[in-house]
Each structure stands twice: as structure tokens, then as C-alpha cells.
């Protein structure tokens, strides 16, 4: 298994010439749509980087939550789903809240790491 | 483009006479169910007169809740008679127009777009001014008589709004918790309905023509329908017009006071702050389901744009402002 050059250096490579070479050569609508091609590669940049620790911690959020330690992160999010439908889990509990703000906001360090909702 | 001209040139020869001629064609904006076109047109002996053409491609079909553009038109006109800022609109077409479903309105110089309104010294006289006059403007279109509307403009409340959207979130078969939880939150808040008056529908930052003195023009008026005047109101609020300004609530150029302060001076009534909230918090929900939806547009190969892929990730932006707004966080 060879990494010279990794992922991360690949990507970043092609976000710098989308952005610094290619974008100014554009005009009009190419050059808004190189633009936002180097944001897309930016953000599978963040979530290849984030994404493994946000996972692992949505899933102990649920587990707790749900006092399930054997179901995987799907099937999680989707018992959490069907509580939140059947009142079980409703905007009366902080727990609840506190997870989903946590889970949120770890999706949005990946999407839009800038969105101002995101302060607190 | 060139399709457009002959048809064009005829109408304004007849209405502005056989000098007429339609100059600097260019397309301003548009995508499959509609495009806007700007153009001049030079009149003998008088200053260049520069119009906008607004149309349907040829063989579309109106899109989504879009209303078409005829009774878009009359719809214009009959916010112009209550005083709602809007564009002049010149004529509507007929079908012997050859222009398909369009109509023609006087441009309104200014600009659109937030980041320039909401930063930039140009607006920097504007910008202290516009919550107040985007209340005037809201309670003139809350006024207008529905006789003056057309008979058939669909009536849309606020739960309305929210079945048709929870459908379109339960078709997706996704699984998102936030927006579980902010449906459970609005069918247990929700007011009682108002009185029934028209609605812009899309009123916020992009669809407001703001020049240095203000507020110049109410535009895009494809989403109209008769509904809850709090939903305009709450529209306006949604962080996601904010841009970045979180702390003037109104589409980050001023505060929720001013707003009302507006729309109470132009006749309009007041209301509960928690209710605009609730509408506030609707606003972002759609929100949230608009993303998934052009997403899809994207995954169905509808439109292939990676542009229309990455809107499906703002759905998360959605997300966070549902859980600050029920929460009751400063700034939501």
C-alpha cells in the first residue's frame, strides 16, 4: 500500500488548481461552477477527516440515549426517528437536545463549518 | 435568444411605435421553468426606455408550486394599486404575442444580491432603513383586495404547509432526527390560523431590489398564494437570509422591531412574537426540505449540477437554526 501522495495531498492539489488556475481562466457560469466544484472537494476533504469520529460518537450519543449498546449507527438514527414520532423522546428532554445539537453540529463542521447558526 | 426578438420587436413596435427597436438582449437569470430577460429599447428623440422580459421556455410546464406567469403579472398589478414597490408592468402577453406564458415589466435599478446589500458602503444609507420599509411593503400586500386577485390562486395556510412538506420529507425515506423533532415541535405550537390574505411566499434577501435609498422593488412573485400573513413575516427571519449577520434577525439588515414598526404604520396589524416564531421556524423546516429536494433534482439526474448537489448539504444549516429556534437560543 502505497500514500505518496495521499488522499489529502491529492485533494488539496486539485482544490488549489480548481481554485487558483482553473476558476480565474473561467467566466460566467464556468467559472461560479469551478468554484463551487473546489468547495465540494473542500468538504469531502473535511468529511474524510471528521467523519470517523463523528460517527463513532453519534453512535454512543443514541446508544445512551436509546439504552441500546448493540444496534449500529442506522438503525439507531431510525429508533430515534420513530421515538421522536411517537412522543417517547420529545423537546422536553435536554438529553434528547444536547445529543441532536451535538450530532448537528459535527454535520455542519463537516458541510458548512461557517454556517453562523453554528455559534454559540 | 434570436427566437425571441422578431415577436418581441413586433409588440414593442405596436405599443411604443414603428421606431421601436429591442436592443442589448441578455439573459439575467432563469432555469427550467422560467428565464428573465433584460433589454432596451431606444424610442426616437426620447431616453432608452430598459424593460424586462419574464417567460416561460416554450413547451414547459409550470413547476412546483410556481403560479405562471399571467397571474403573476396581475398579481404585480394589483400590489402596485395598495403602494407595494414593484415593478411597472408593461404588457401581458397573448398567446398571438408569440412569447409563450410572459410578460413585460420596467427594469428597477439596484442590487439583489445580500452579500453586497448587507457589506458594502454603497447601502450603507439603505441598510439602517430596510426593516422598516420591508413592513410597510409586507402590510400592503397583506391588503390587497382578493377581488383584485386572480379567482383560482391557491390558499395555503401554515399547516397546509406543513403536510405538504412532511409528505415530500416522508417520500425521501430519510432519516433525520432534527426534523422529527421540529415537526412534532410545530404541530404542537402551531397558531390559530389568521384571517386569510395574499402572501408574497418568498419574501427574503435575492427577491428584494434594494437600491442607496432602500427598499425599490418587491420581485419573484411565482410563489403567491393566499395563506397566513405571519408567513411572509417569518420568511424574512430565517437565518439562512441573514448571510452570515445573525444578529439583525431581519434578513441580517435590521431588527424584528423595525419590521413590525413598519407594517403597523402601513395599516397592518400586530402579532404575537411567539407566533412569527412559529412561522420562523416553518420557514427554516422548509428550508431544510427545499435542500433535500433540489438534492434529489441532482441524485434523478433532473439536474446534474454540482451545484444542486452541494444545496443538498445546507439541509444541516436547517437543522441547527430548528434546534436553536426551539430551544429559544439568543440570536435563533
Known amino acids: 500500500m502505497h500514500e505518496a501522495p495521499s488522499s489529502e495531498e491529492l485533494l488539496g492539489s486539485v482544490i488549489g488548481f480548481l481554485n487558483h488556475v482553473a476558476a480565474p481562466q473561467l467566466t460566467g457560469q464556468a467559472?461560479?461552477?469551478?468554484?463551487?466544484?473546489?468547495?465540494?472537494?473542500?468538504?469531502?476533504?473535511?468529511?474524510?477527516?471528521?467523519?470517523?469520529?463523528?460517527?463513532?460518537?453519534?453512535?454512543?450519543?443514541?446508544a445512551d440515549l436509546l439504552q441500546d449498546q448493540t444496534s449500529l449507527l442506522e438503525a439507531l438514527t431510525k429508533q430515534v426517528c420513530v421515538h421522536i414520532r411517537s412522543g417517547e423522546l420529545s423537546c422536553d428532554n435536554p438529553a434528547l437536545l444536547a445529543a441532536l445539537r451535538e450530532i448537528t453540529s459535527a454535520q455542519l463542521a463537516i458541510d458548512q463549518p461557517n454556517y453562523s447558526g453554528l455559534m454559540p | 435568444m434570436t427566437a425571441l426578438i422578431a415577436p418581441l420587436t413586433s409588440l414593442m413596435q405596436a405599443r411604443f411605435g414603428p421606431s421601436a427597436e429591442v436592443a442589448d438582449m441578455t439573459r439575467l437569470s432563469g432555469g427550467a421553468s422560467q428565464e428573465t430577460w433584460g433589454f432596451s429599447l431606444p424610442v426616437h428623440g426620447q431616453a432608452p426606455r430598459a424593460l424586462i422580459l419574464r417567460r416561460a421556455p416554450f413547451q414547459s410546464a409550470a413547476k412546483g408550486e410556481a403560479i405562471g406567469l399571467?397571474?403573476?403579472?396581475?398579481?404585480?398589478?394589483?400590489?402596485?394599486?395598495?403602494?407595494?414597490?414593484?415593478?411597472?408592468?408593461?404588457?401581458?402577453c397573448r398567446p398571438d404575442d408569440d412569447l409563450g406564458d410572459a410578460f413585460i415589466m420596467a427594469h428597477v435599478d439596484g442590487q439583489t444580491i445580500a452579500r453586497k446589500i448587507l457589506r458594502d458602503a454603497d447601502y450603507s444609507r439603505a441598510r439602517p432603513r430596510l426593516a422598516f420599509q420591508c413592513g410597510e411593503a409586507l402590510a400592503k400586500i397583506h391588503a390587497v383586495a382578493a377581488e383584485s386577485l386572480p379567482a383560482d390562486l391557491p390558499v395555503s395556510h401554515g399547516l397546509d404547509q406543513l403536510d405538504r412538506y412532511?409528505?415530500?420529507?416522508?417520500?425521501?425515506?430519510?432519516?433525520?432526527?432534527?426534523?422529527?423533532?421540529?415537526?412534532?415541535?410545530?404541530?404542537?405550537?402551531?397558531?390559530?390560523?389568521?384571517?386569510?390574505?395574499?402572501v408574497h411566499g418568498d419574501?427574503?434577501?435575492?427577491n428584494l431590489m434594494v437600491n442607496g435609498e432602500g427598499l425599490a422593488a418587491v420581485l419573484d412573485w411565482e410563489l403567491a398564494h393566499q395563506g397566513d400573513p405571519r408567513e411572509d413575516l417569518g420568511w424574512i427571519c430565517v437565518n439562512s437570509w441573514r448571510f452570515g449577520v445573525r444578529e439583525n434577525r431581519v434578513g441580517g439588515f435590521g431588527p424584528l422591531e423595525d419590521l413590525l414598526a413598519g407594517y403597523q404604520s402601513a395599516g397592518g396589524h400586530s402579532f404575537e412574537p411567539k407566533d412569527l416564531t412559529w412561522f420562523q421556524a416553518l420557514g427554516s423546516f422548509k428550508w431544510g426540505i427545499m435542500c433535500l429536494i433540489m438534492y434529489q433534482a441532482f441524485a434523478t439526474k433532473a439536474d446534474p449540477s454540482i451545484e444542486r448537489a452541494m444545496i443538498g448539504r445546507r439541509a444541516s444549516e436547517a437543522e441547527i437554526d430548528l434546534l436553536n429556534l426551539i430551544e429559544g437560543r439568543p440570536y435563533a
Do not use: C, S
Request: net charge positive; aromatic share 8%; charged share 20%.
Open chain 1, 31 to 62: 467559472a461560479f461552477h469551478a468554484r463551487v466544484a473546489a468547495n465540494a472537494l473542500a468538504l469531502v476533504e473535511r468529511e474524510i477527516a471528521q467523519r470517523p469520529a463523528a460517527d463513532a460518537r453519534a453512535q454512543a450519543l443514541y
Open chain 2, 203 to 206: 419574501f427574503r434577501n435575492g
Open chain 2, 166 to 198: 412532511e409528505a415530500i420529507y416522508r417520500g425521501f425515506e430519510m432519516d433525520r432526527p432534527v426534523f422529527e423533532l421540529a415537526l412534532a415541535w410545530l404541530r404542537q405550537n402551531a397558531p390559530a390560523p389568521l384571517p386569510t390574505t395574499l
Open chain 2, 70 to 92: 399571467v397571474k403573476e403579472a396581475k398579481i404585480i398589478a394589483a400590489a402596485a394599486q395598495t403602494g407595494t414597490p414593484v415593478p411597472e408592468i408593461i404588457h401581458v
